[in-house]
Nanobody
Framework: QVQLVESGGGLVQPGGSLRLSCAASGSIFSLNRMAWYRQAPEKQRELVASIISGGGTNYADSVRGRFTISREHAKNTLYLQMNALKPDDTAVYYC???????????WGQGTQVTVSS
């Protein structure tokens, strides 16, 4: 089992920045992928960014160049630095962990990000 706890969401004005954190605990396997997803009202959950244990990253086109995903292995913590935020970035952001050997998938509870003036 893996537990994920997100933090760092909130209300920010357009053009502002936020940093989300996701603390992972439990049975962390060395070969894994961690990611941020988001879900806006009445929309499907979508991948925002992902990072594998080797460090490779992937971004949705809508956030590339504005968001940066990173991880701190020693603390088992995932981050998402979000800059130049837009109202369209408003959503609940979820942390995801996937064990690449077993395929087991875990989700955090989500943190609300609201971009509004």
């Amino acid at each position: 089992q893996v537990q994920l706890v997100e933090s760092g969401g909130g209300l920010v004005q357009p053009g502002g920045s936020l940093r989300l954190s996701c603390a992972a605990s439990g049975s962390i396997f060395s070969l894994n992928r961690m990611a941020w997803y988001r879900q806006a009202p009445e929309k499907q959950r979508e991948l925002v960014a992902s990072i594998i244990s080797g460090g490779g990253t992937n971004y949705a086109d809508s956030v590339r160049g504005r968001f940066t995903i990173s991880r701190e292995h020693a603390k088992n913590t995932l981050y998402l630095q979000m800059n130049a935020l837009k109202p369209d970035d408003t959503a609940v952001y979820y942390c995801n962990y996937r064990n690449l050997a077993s395929g087991n998938n875990y989700w955090g509870q989500g943190t609300q990000v609201t971009v509004s003036s």
